[in-house]
């Protein structure tokens, strides 16, 4: 007996993917347990490690609602794969491929002729009932008559060593993603097995749906567009969206992203609307379209039904195919793929009864102990209740239930899922233990109407070795599944495809305005969190320090207080100066700030590095690290210290990390409003406060704009108002001076004008002449003349004011045009 299995459970009611009933290691197995007896412990931790490092590096997650890990959990993958050999699974990819063409016709028959339910072969009330049979799409047909272009059947495989289905995924079934990143995982942490073992490669899948939806697009001799549509971040498989996108190579939208016009479908970008050929929806079908289905749905598309109902656009998978996801339409399949295909299912589902027939309940009641009560519709929001872990309370309630709504119910029996091995280390050595699995396959579509079976799938493992049920959302794991093949694999990985110089692209073209308008939000939040971090260490250091200037620290908080960063109250100054900046209710602070910042850059996460995400992430980290009620002063100051070089770090990621697109563009447009507005109200508020005369005022005002070092290497002296002015105002070298930030605005906001036709800004533009001639001798005469000082500095915090509602003024401007598309016309009646 091997060292790895001297500690594996051999249980004669279930099935060991890895054993045989007489404990010897099944053939498809030998060669991976001699391998793994090859390594030693430290190698298998290290590879296991690899694993975790990866999934990390990648930004691999699965998001569980209020979830104690965090909202972006980190997807859990097995270091060891699920094997299964060529003959076995040419009996499994048969099967499921023939499921494919029966749902797809039963689909066409419940949106068509209706023949199953006229002939009693499909219970009226599983169908009407289900709140995805969708009425307004009754009597479309998509284009070649497929319906399913993506399917996935749930297998477990039972004690007797069959598999069998637990449930159907029509609608947008998830998973082929993950299939494949942990493909790419593990075939790197195992390398010499993956090749040894001759497994089969995943690429054909990927590379059909591509095919299929670009060759069924109703393009009316046009160049297809297809866009995967996704509900957004907060979605469970949000990471599989993203991945999805960027392997298949279609510009990830939400549904905001997209408009209806005259029956056809547009992706708003900033360059204009451009025609949707296709649709890859990763959203629920109710959810598609609030005017025709479900009317307060915030994710869909208005009007995406009428342009499918007119021809003009491909959905995949089509509307109302949800309504085969009911558990109880199992048990009348096979009689259905008498009628349709004149065909015995190969694959049969686990034994499954719709309480709503005659005498099913009181069947169920008799073998309760060996069933599983379901839900018969998914708007129901109950778990599946197992009949042996019922007391007779329980068992009595459910009886009654069962009896008041019987068709709400399905009775299935309870399906004893395979045991597979995980690796676990313990100490210094390590063993190879079991958990229960299941396994999603996947199926898609042929152009011809023809159904391709993914070689693999997604193993999913129990998260104990006592569970019962096989769930991600419960804290389950993930295998990669290796089908094996007896010959040399044919096909190649999947790559890119070849792209020659002539189609080579210097600008996107699918650019998302919604993903240009979070950047512009990234930029300013980014710079907002600088800014309010910058003024609150002016204030806190000066704080701190016994010694400091009094008179500073005074005109530090006034202007912190009239800025709106350090809140009002009657509370102590050290409670108020920690809400400014931990205080999570706040809109104000800077940790709500920094929650946003990390709200836009989640919208926009494909578009950044992996090294810019990293480096959010750990900001979030260290702010979730302070707790209000144990952080003293001098540990926010050192946090305000960290939380700078953090921010400046992302500020080099935007300068040299990023392509300087009309996304990076509007990212920096946003980032120079937000400084031009801040800082042109925080000179204002310094200049009206009155100790524009104070030299420990004017230190900090000069560490405020970051010119402390370049003010001393210029001047030689401690700090004057005049210089200073110059410096933070006028200075075209200085890229913190204001005027700097007004060039490069007016720049980029001229090189709109030149690409998208925008109005100038010429409301903007002469206030930036206005402060470009700002004499500074008449300052210098007031100074030292002792006469009209206060008009001078009045009149100067009043065109600094100026500027900063002129900023305001272009970016909602901006908006308007780029982000809402609304014209010049529609703009002006907006404004009025």
Not at 19 to 36: N, S
Not at 120 to 135: A, K
Not at 340 to 348: A, S
Request: net charge negative.
């Amino acid at each position: 007996m091997s060292e790895l299995l001297a500690h594996y459970p051999l249980t004669a009611t279930a099935y060991h993917e890895l054993l045989d009933a007489e404990g010897a290691v099944r053939p498809h197995w030998q060669r991976m347990l001699q391998r793994l007896e090859r390594s030693s412990v430290a190698q298998l931790r290290q590879r296991q490690a690899l694993l975790a490092r990866q999934i990390q590096e990648n930004g691999v997650t699965y998001n569980v609602y209020a979830d104690p890990k965090g909202a972006d959990r980190p997807w859990e993958l097995d270091l060891l794969p699920n094997l299964l050999s060529a003959q076995e699974w040419e009996g499994i990819a048969s099967g499921v491929a023939q499921r494919a063409r029966l749902l797809n016709a039963v689909l066409a028959d419940l949106y068509g002729e209706q023949n199953l339910l006229s002939e009693g072969l499909l219970p009226s009330e599983l169908v009407y009932g289900h709140p995805n049979f969708l009425w307004p799409c009754s009597g479309l047909t998509p284009p070649g008559g497929i319906y399913l272009h993506c399917y996935a059947a749930d297998l477990a495989r039972d004690a007797d060593g069959r598999w069998h289905v637990l449930a159907d995924r029509t609608q947008a079934p998830s998973g082929a993603g993950y299939a494949l990143e942990n493909r790419q995982i593990v075939s790197r942490a195992l390398p010499e097995l993956y090749r040894d073992l001759r497994v089969q490669y995943l690429a054909g899948y990927f590379r059909t749906l591509q095919e299929t939806l670009s060759q069924c697009a109703p393009g009316d001799g046009e160049t297809p567009l297809v866009v995967l549509l996704t509900p957004g971040r907060f979605n469970e498989t949000y990471f599989e969206h993203l991945y999805l996108a960027r392997q298949l190579g279609f510009p990830l939208v939400e549904g905001h992203d997209l408009t209806v016009r005259d029956a056809t479908l547009y992706l708003k970008t900033l360059g204009g609307l451009q025609r949707v050929h296709a649709v890859l929806r990763r959203l629920d079908d109710d959810f598609c379209d609030p005017l025709e289905l479900r009317t307060d749905s915030a994710l869909g598309v208005p009007g995406l039904l009428d342009a499918v109902r007119c021809g003009r656009v491909l959905v995949a998978n089509a509307l109302g195919s949800g309504v085969l996801e009911s558990p109880g339409l199992l048990g009348f399949l096979p009689a259905a793929a008498r009628r349709l295909l004149g065909e015995e299912l190969l694959l049969p589902a686990v034994q499954t009864r719709w309480c709503g027939e005659p005498g099913a309940v009181s069947s169920a009641l008799a073998e309760l102990d060996h069933l599983v009560i379901k839900p018969a519709f998914p708007s129901q929001s109950f778990e599946p209740l197992f009949g042996h872990a019922l007391d007779a309370t329980a068992r009595a309630e459910l009886e009654a239930r069962l009896a008041a709504q019987p068709h709400a119910y399905v009775a299935q029996r309870q399906a004893q899922l395979s045991q597979a091995p995980v690796w676990h280390s313990h100490g210094a050595r390590g063993e190879l233990q079991s958990r229960a699995i299941g396994m999603r396959v996947f199926v898609v579509a042929g152009s011809d109407g023809s159904y391709w079976v993914m070689p693999g799938g997604l193993t999913r493992v129990a998260s104990a070795a006592d569970a019962e049920v096989v769930s991600m959302q419960r804290g389950g794991a993930s295998k990669d599944t290796w089908v094996l093949a007896d010959l040399p694999v044919h096909g190649e990985p999947l790559r890119p495809r070849s792209i020659g110089a002539r189609d080579l692209i210097r600008e996107d073209p699918y650019l998302p305005s919604r993903v240009v308008e979070n950047l512009f939000w990234f930029g300013r939040y980014a710079e907002r969190c600088d800014d309010n971090a910058r003024l609150l260490r002016v204030v806190l250091s000066r704080y701190v320090d016994a010694d400091g200037d009094e008179q500073a620290l005074r005109s530090a908080l006034a202007l912190a207080s009239a800025l709106g960063v350090l809140p009002q109250g009657e509370e102590p100054l050290e409670q108020r100066l920690l809400a400014a900046l931990l205080e999570g209710d706040s809109g104000s602070s800077l940790s709500a700030n920094l929650r946003r910042l990390h709200w836009a850059a989640a919208q926009v996460r494909g578009r950044l590095s992996r090294e810019n995400w990293l480096a959010l992430l750990e900001l979030q980290r260290e702010l979730q690290g302070l707790d209000p009620r144990r952080t003293e002063l001098g540990d926010a100051l050192d946090f305000l210290n960290r939380l700078l070089m953090s921010l400046a770090a992302l500020s080099g990621f935007a300068l040299d990390d990023m392509t300087r697109d009309d996304g990076w563009r509007f990212l920096m447009i946003g980032r120079r409003i937000e400084r031009i507005q801040f800082f042109a109200d925080a000179i204002a508020g310094f200049l009206e406060g009155g100790a524009a005369w104070d030299p420990g005022a004017l230190e900090w005002l000069l560490e405020l704009g970051n010119s402390t070092i370049t003010y001393r290497s210029r001047y030689l002296a401690g700090p004057q108002l005049i210089p200073v002015l110059d410096l933070l105002l006028l200075h075209e070298q200085n890229p913190h001076a204001l005027f700097f930030q007004l060039q490069a605005l007016d720049r980029s906001l001229e090189r709109l004008h030149q690409e998208f036709g925008a109005p100038r800004e010429m409301d903007l533009k002469h206030l930036t002449e206005r402060l470009r001639s700002f004499d500074f001798a008449t300052l210098e005469e007031a100074l030292f003349g002792n006469a009209g000082l206060d008009e001078v500095l009045a009149g100067l915090a009043r065109l600094l004011r100026e500027l900063a509602r002129g900023a305001g003024q272009v970016s909602d401007r901006l908006g308007l045009r780029y982000f809402a598309h609304v014209d010049d016309v529609s703009q002006r009646t907006v404004s009025t």
